[in-house]
């Protein structure tokens, strides 16, 4: 029964964790997650990430992350002032060792407007299925002991049952992005940046779980803004970040500065040499956690690692170690020419 009752409490801690959206440090890697307006919104025809993040390892069983995304634009040759943006995606999040998780698949689609060379605005929907799961695998209990021995073949004695439930769940968002180009081939001044938000469960789905109900998910209001700053005549440019969310009685603010060097530039006519960069800097969740960060770019494949330090008051448990964060990106360069493919009002 003692095991039971820690059982119950350490699912409940989970539930409380997960009754909050997956987020991610490097949020702008899955930009689709955090903004469905940002589906297509890129410099390329197609877009695909892997993702993966582990948290608190130290004390237990790890919170795991697993994400995967897939975007691109249609109808970029064909519409002079826009396009049609479409996404495909799904993550799972696993935690503690009854695995209790979240398995959601998303469908994504933006409409992009260009409002001149330099700027574009757009909307997005995103429609989700999700379900809930949990698995009494690897509990122990104390009628499995018999007082020097464990015994995993023998009976529980316990009542433990879980049916696993599913919802669906829309969200919706918008988002404005500007760019400008070099002035002069040499000058390395480019300059980007987006803005959007975001609104999440709008209709705030309901879901049940044996131990208790779980109220209705709170909405999730997101604010997001990113940058990328060339510095004139210099291989050296910077990327600014910020992202705030709020939902029910959570609130996160997470600011992001990285230096970017470009080691090799790409070949203007020819093609033959790739561009390589890297970047390195720090992302910082006000309250919560200094998170290094390290990116490798060569042509269209981007690699990315941050590692989480923990500043709240979990430190004390974690010994200030919160847990990696990885992804790979990968955008196919644009094989077509015209304002659909070539607007400055897009983002890498």
Same mark, same amino acid.
């Given at each position: ?13 989970? #539930? ?6 997956? *987020? &991610? ?70 935690? +503690? ?9 998303? &469908? ?59 919802y669906v769940d829309f969200s919706a968002g918008g988002m404005w992005a500007?760019?400008?180009?070099? $002035?002069?081939?040499?000058s390395m001044d480019n300059f980007t940046m987006q803005a959007g938000?975001?609104?999440? *469960? ?21 604010? *997001?803004?990113? /940058?990328?700053? +060339? ?32 080691? $090799?530039?790409? /070949?203007?006519?020819?093609?033959? &040499? ?15 956690? &200094?998170?290094? /960060? ?16 923990? #500043? ?16 790979? $990106? ?19």
């Amino acid at each position: 029964m003692k095991r039971l009752l820690f059982t119950l409490l350490s699912t409940s801690f989970c #539930i409380n964790l997960m009754a909050q959206d997956v *987020h &991610f440090t490097m949020y702008d890697a899955m930009i689709v997650t955090t903004n469905p307006a940002s589906t297509g919104v890129y410099n390329g025809d197609f877009r695909g990430v892997l993702n993966y993040r582990s948290q608190w390892g130290s004390i237990g069983n790890p919170y795991k992350t697993y994400s995967v995304m897939i975007d691109g634009g249609l109808m970029k040759s064909k519409w002079k002032n826009g396009y049609i943006g479409i996404g495909l995606g799904a993550y799972k999040d696993v935690a +503690g060792e009854t695995k209790f998780g979240t398995t959601k698949l998303n &469908f994504a689609i933006s409409s992009v407007l260009f409002l001149d060379d330099y700027n574009s605005a757009s909307i997005g929907f995103l429609a989700s299925w999700a379900q809930n799961s949990i698995s009494d695998e690897n509990l122990r209990w104390d009628n499995q002991f018999d007082g020097q021995t464990y015994d995993p073949t023998a009976p529980s004695l316990e009542s433990f049952q879980f049916e696993n439930s599913s919802y669906v769940d829309f969200s919706a968002g918008g988002m404005w992005a500007y760019g400008k180009g070099t $002035k002069t081939l040499s000058s390395m001044d480019n300059f980007t940046m987006q803005a959007g938000f975001s609104f999440y *469960h709008v209709t705030r789905p309901s879901r049940q779980i044996e131990f208790g109900d779980l109220d209705r998910l709170y909405s999730r209001l997101a604010l *997001h803004t990113e /940058s990328f700053i +060339g510095l004139y005549n210099s291989k050296w440019g910077v990327k600014p970040k910020l992202f705030v969310y709020m939902q029910g009685p959570a609130r996160e603010i997470s600011t992001g500065i990285l230096a970017r060097y470009m080691i $090799k530039e790409e /070949s203007k006519y020819t093609g033959m &040499f790739k561009e390589m960069a890297v970047s390195f800097g720090t992302y910082y969740r006000f309250g919560d956690a &200094f998170a290094p /960060s390290v990116e490798f770019e060569l042509s269209g494949l981007a690699i990315g690692f941050s590692y989480d330090m923990n #500043i709240s008051k979990l430190s004390s448990a974690t010994g200030g170690s919160g847990g990696p964060e990885m992804y790979i $990106k990968y955008v196919a360069a644009s094989f077509g020419y015209g304002r659909g493919t070539r607007s400055n009002a897009r983002f890498n």
